[in-house]
């Protein structure tokens, strides 16, 4: 029987807010059982942290996302 592991994944994700309560929780979700399947990690060991950033905090090229057209 393969042991498995005690080490605790932990999975940031950095995104612009705007996205609904259902779509973060489906996100955290997929990403927590992909982690599981590709690691051997169980899911109630694995953290996964969401960063939600204002428009007007990132940029991308020099453009503040808030800029955009």
């Not at 994700?13 to 705007?18: C, F, K, S, Y």
């Not at 259902?22 to 599981?36: F, G, I, N, R």
């Not at 960063?51 to 940029?59: I, L, V």
Request: proline content about 3%.
């Amino acid at each position: 029987m393969k042991k498995r592991s005690k080490q605790m994944p932990i999975v940031h994700i950095d995104l612009i807010a705007g996205r609904s309560q259902e779509q973060l929780k489906h996100l955290v979700e997929d990403v927590t059982k992909a982690v599981s399947k590709n690691t051997g990690a169980p899911a109630e060991h694995i953290h996964v942290i969401l960063n939600e950033m204002q428009k007007n905090r990132y940029s991308v090229g020099g453009v503040l996302k808030s800029d955009e057209q």
